[in-house]
């Protein structure tokens, strides 16, 4: 609730972008807990924000756990910032009580993750997992054309240290469902076993701007009504492949708006998803043939550029049965569940052994101002979260 207070808006919910003030506001704050709590700080050249508890053999690689500290513009209180807090507490829980593991423990909070300032999402444990490297992460755009890499400078958050320098034994994170099932099943604990496949496309359509009084209707080239036609063909599309494929236009912009003129130029965003990589291969043939349809049609040209694709995964099985270990010793409601959302854990999932535990979220809304989490599920998803690591960090071929 503390930190929901940077960048709150009058809805009660959170825009805190990445790599603006407000992000480096809500940094600060965690870097300022994280020295209280004893964790040493180190910063990567992406920004990423190690924490990092000793153990008692701090030759092994730490065994972490985080989220993200970024928000979406309509975001809520929970999203990303959950999984970073439940750390954090983690660490001030074992030094309460004086508990040493074997094992170092580290807390981290990746730059970017939500991808709507800076697309792509996750791009920064991106970077860490190999998938990008650093110099197409540092030039990518914002939408007044800022660079990442000159916009994490200017927040004083472009770190020394090489990305993937930080090794990182294995990775939890604890994080929201966002979506509705948890809380229909009324179970408490979501033991994520995989995450879906994401494709995201920048789609321009291109026809020619003409008086609006003057124009008849039959020979316009009109970029806005071929839009509107592709984003009602990527709902159908996802439609036919639902449940549990889903389609997205979340941005649409007309290059020069204007009341009489008849739009000539229009770029808009796809994102398209399923946990099934075939099903999803076949989504994005459909899309781009409904778009060459809608461009020869209409006489306009189009163009999808894919310019983000995230594979489905499945996260390490040792990993999820820790998880799912803790919550039964715990007594919690439990159940498998896929990840619809993209997470910074979907990357590490590349490199090292990695799972997520989820809670639920009220009507299972996210991304959206009234974004909400209880607290008797958030103590429980940090609970587990704890043990998890805890399992981890003692185990006898720890990290
Ligand atoms: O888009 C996603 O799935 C994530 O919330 N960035
Ligand atoms: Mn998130
Ligand atoms: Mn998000």
């Known amino acids: 609730m503390e930190t929901a207070e940077i960048g709150g808006t009058p809805k009660g919910g959170v825009k805190r972008l990445t790599l603006t003030d407000l992000d480096r506001q809500v940094r600060d704050w965690f870097i300022d807990a994280a020295k209280a709590a004893g964790c040493s700080i180190s910063i990567d050249e992406m ?27 309509t975001g809520g209180k929970f999203d990303g910032i959950l999984g970073v807090l439940a750390g954090l507490e983690l660490i001030r829980t074992l030094n309460d009580v004086g508990y040493e593991t074997e094992a170092p423990i580290m807390v981290v909070n990746w730059t970017n993750e939500e991808g709507s300032r800076f697309a792509p999402a996750m791009v920064s444990s991106g970077v860490y997992a190999g998938a990008f490297d650093l110099d197409y992460a540092y030039g990518r755009t914002d939408r007044e054309g800022e660079r990442l890499g000159d916009a994490l400078a200017a927040i004083g958050y472009r770190g020394e240290d090489p990305v993937g320098q930080q090794k990182i034994g294995s990775f939890f994170e604890l994080h929201i469902e966002q979506g509705p099932i948890l809380e229909a099943e009324e179970t408490t604990i979501g033991v994520v076993t995989g995450a879906q496949g994401t494709r995201w496309y920048d789609v321009t359509i291109v026809g020619r701007e003409s008086h609006a009084g003057t124009t008849p209707m039959a020979l316009r080239r009109d970029a806005l009504a071929g839009a509107a036609e592709l984003i009602l063909a990527v709902e159908r599309i996802a439609k ?149 690591v805890l399992a981890r960090a003692n185990a006898p071929a720890a990290g």
């Open 47 to 73: 920004g990423n924000i190690f924490a990092t508890r000793p153990g008692r053999d701090n030759s092994l690689a730490p065994v972490a756990c985080g989220s993200h500290l970024d928000t979406q513009p």
């Open 240 to 388: 036919e492949q639902s449940p549990p494929g889903v389609g997205t236009v979340g941005e649409v912009t007309i290059a020069e708006p204007s009341r009489n003129v008849v739009p000539g130029s229009v770029r808009l965003t796809v994102d398209m998803r399923h946990p099934a990589a075939d099903a999803l291969a076949a989504m994005d043939r459909q899309m781009r043939e409904a778009l060459t349809e809608i461009g020869t049609r209409r006489s306009l040209d189009v163009d999808a550029d894919e310019i983000w694709y995230s594979s489905p995964l499945e996260f390490d099985p040792d990993c999820v049965g820790l998880v799912r270990a803790a919550a039964e010793r715990q007594g919690l409601s439990h159940q498998d569940i896929v990840s619809g959302a993209g997470h910074d854990a979907c990357y590490l999932a590349r490199v090292l052994p990695t799972a997520m535990v989820f809670v639920p979220c009220r009507d299972g809304i996210s991304h959206n101002e009234v974004e909400h989490a209880e607290l008797e599920h958030c103590a429980a998803g940090a609970n587990v979260l704890m043990h998890a």
